[in-house]
């Protein structure tokens, strides 16, 4: 088993996480462990990012801890280097699959559509992020990809919160589901910890089929 497809098993949903503080990002990565969710994907989208993801490999031992937004060679470097473990990407580029062959991170491409999928699967990723999720065309996508493409498996990622998640993890090529609606900012910027970790055990109940 690869270490992108131990990731993608531990739990049924990665929290995909913007940390504007890098003092958040201890206090939220143990609400998230403590709710059941030890994947945490932390978007390289603020200045915070490295730090935060540097914080939480050094001090949340039982946190899995990976960078999102990774859309350069240099980001997978940068990850690396923080203390990641996984490296989450919106698509792919040529340069993107050459760096990630044999990288320390593991890596999670993202596609949208067959051609995207089958690409990425000849180069070794058959586990790939579905991504954005419900606008591509969601659960009907994934079901009929599907069909042609059974070895592939996706994590579900983009307009995806508790009401639609049960049936993305319902879907027999979906591995798990991201998304953003467990850290909402607001909850962040309150230090309203204890609030994300009941959104955590929420999603850490979800049921899915694989
Ligand atoms: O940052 C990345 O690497 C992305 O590809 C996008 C994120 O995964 C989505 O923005 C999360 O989606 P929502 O749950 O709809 O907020």
Redesign the pocket.
Known sequence: MTLIEKVLHLAPVIP?VVIEDPAHAVPLARALVAGGLPVIEV?L?TGAALEAVRRIADEVPDAVIGT???RRPADLDASAEAGARFA???GYSPDLVAAARGHAVGWLP?AATASEAMTLAEQGFAFQ?F?PAEAAGGVALLRSLHGPLPEIRFCA????GLHNAADYLATPNVACV????ITPAKLLQAGDWAAVETLARQAAGLPRAD
């Open positions: 995909v978007t989208r999102g937004t990774v989450v990407s919106p993202g992020k991504f990622t983009g307009g995806i991201g998304g953003s609606w």
